[in-house]
């Protein structure tokens, strides 16, 4: 009886409280109390420090009207990692550690930062609860905690990932992403196979720009021959679960050129189930009979989806994402709620280059709706793939919402960006990465727009 008559006060303080008022000292005049959390108030809350949370929030700071603690970022993690880069890493182009920085070190003083996880939502309520139970509430709501990676999904994956000896690794975890690098170098002859799933995953493309570096580098090696693969000492296949090479057309024609030209074998709708020794257990719709493979190297990309906390939430749709306009990036149900990114049900392809996009449209609409305002800016579905062809060279696949280009360098050079060139090449490798930390992190960088403020 006490002990909610206590809550129930300490939420009337934070309630009644003007913005940031920490609570704790409602909950020290009842000492005796031991369950009750400080309830803080932001104007802002974003959940989640990664491309998206940063990239928003930097941007909502340097609109002028936010002050010390206005704005709250909370986020688990020690590190950011710049995951574009893990291909590269994979490619033997760059090194892991260089592509990540300390979480904190990217985050403006001017914020309160909660290294801490949240774990549930109160939308009704405007709050949030943290991974430590305390509660956080908010005036406007940013979710934007991108997605998981569902090792489970291929039984026997963790293990052989874990093994340094077995040759199986993937490009989409900071631990394997310099493994694949060695088993692509430790591959003399034999077997190598490069899988996708079905179902969304972070940046599509990657799981073969890996194997199209990997290809390169037996090329140079002498132990693969595009014009005659069945002889080279190395044999590639991707086997991916999804029907075609690439979702947007007039890449996936160029890809699929590409894949006959240089001898890849295709397998479509193989989507992996099992990892066991080295054989591997595909699974195809409408088959009963699997379909199992030797390999003397996996590359493996497990399946992703929305993180529980998320997908169990009254922010989700169906699949679990959180549940936005395709246009304004508002919740559907909630108007002070947004999200963009991975975590979002945004129907683009899940890159840092659609967030550039995407983060001055939620921001501007989050802006004019504390103003009282209509959200009028609308997001296209610009997302964008530099899809590694060989060492090299980028095919610079740039397209919007219903899979139609829109291509930077078409409009401005008029050239074709299906064709793989050396300059994306140096875009991708060194350009992107470049602006990601001294910009984009910092809510300056607009994509193919260039520079905001
Ligand atoms: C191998 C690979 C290659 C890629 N290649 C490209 C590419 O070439 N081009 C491109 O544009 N994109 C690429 N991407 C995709 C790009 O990295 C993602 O789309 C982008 O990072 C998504 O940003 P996000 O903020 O939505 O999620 P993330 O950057 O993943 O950040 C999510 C953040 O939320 C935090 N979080 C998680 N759970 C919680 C919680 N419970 N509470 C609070 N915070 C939480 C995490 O710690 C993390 O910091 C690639 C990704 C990978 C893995």
């Not at 979710?143 to 052989?160: F, R, T």
């Not at 493996?300 to 989806?305: A, I, L, R, T, Y």
Request: net charge positive; aromatic share 10%.
């Amino acid at each position: 009886m006490f002990q909610v008559r206590t809550t129930s006060a300490a939420r009337r303080v934070a309630n009644c409280s003007a913005r940031f008022t920490v609570i704790k000292s409602a909950s020290r005049g009842f000492a005796t109390v031991s369950n009750i959390s400080p309830t803080r108030t932001h104007r802002v809350v974003v959940i989640g420090g990664g491309a998206a949370g940063l990239d928003i929030s930097h941007k909502l700071l340097r609109s002028g009207k936010f002050s010390q603690d206005d704005i709250a970022v909370i986020d688990p993690a020690i590190w950011h990692h710049y995951q574009p880069g893990w291909t590269l890493v994979g490619g033997g182009l760059k090194t892991k550690e260089e592509l990540r920085r300390p979480l904190n070190s990217l985050v403006d003083p001017k914020f309160k930062f909660y290294n801490d996880s949240v774990a549930g939502f109160s939308p009704k309520d405007n709050s949030i609860t943290l991974g430590n139970g305390d509660k956080v509430s908010y005036e406007q709501l940013v979710v934007v905690p991108g997605i998981s990676i569902n090792y489970g999904s291929v039984k026997g994956l963790s293990e052989a990932l874990a093994d340094p000896k077995s040759h199986v690794s993937s490009i989409y975890n900071y631990d394997t992403c310099d493994k694949t690098f060695d088993t692509i170098q430790r591959l003399h002859k034999g077997t190598a196979i490069f899988t996708q799933p079905a179902g969304p995953i972070k940046c599509a493309g990657a799981p073969q720009k890996i194997m199209w570096l990997a290809l390169d580098h037996w090329k140079r090696a002498g132990l693969y021959d595009p014009s005659n693969p069945s002889s080279s000492a190395v044999q590639i296949s991707f086997m991916t679960g999804m029907p075609v090479m690439f979702g947007v057309a007039k890449y996936n024609a160029a890809l699929e050129q590409l894949r006959k030209e240089r001898g890849v074998e295709g397998y479509f709708q193989h989507d992996l189930i099992s990892i066991d020794g080295n054989k591997a257990t595909f699974v195809l719709p409408n088959e009963k009979e699997p379909v199992i493979k030797q390999f003397d190297l996996l590359h493996v990309v497990p399946k992703m989806g929305p993180h529980t906390f998320v997908k169990n939430s009254a922010l989700a749709n169906e699949a679990g994402y959180v549940d936005v306009d395709d246009g304004t990036t508002r919740h559907k149900k909630y108007p002070n709620v947004w999200s963009a990114g991975d975590a979002s049900s945004l129907p683009t392809s899940k890159t840092a280059a659609a967030i550039t996009s995407q983060s001055p449209v939620l921001v501007h609409n989050l802006l004019q709706s504390l103003e009282g305002k209509t959200p009028e800016a609308i997001y296209d579905g610009y997302a964008s793939c530099p899809l590694l062809t060989e060492y090299g060279k980028v095919l610079l696949a740039e397209f919007k919402y219903g899979g139609e280009p829109k291509e930077t360098f078409g409009d401005w050079f008029g050239i074709d960006q299906a064709i793989p060139r050396r300059s994306f090449y140096y875009l991708k490798k060194n350009f992107f990465p470049w602006v990601y930390y001294n910009h984009m992190v910092k809510g300056t960088w607009g994509g193919p727009k260039g520079w905001t403020n």
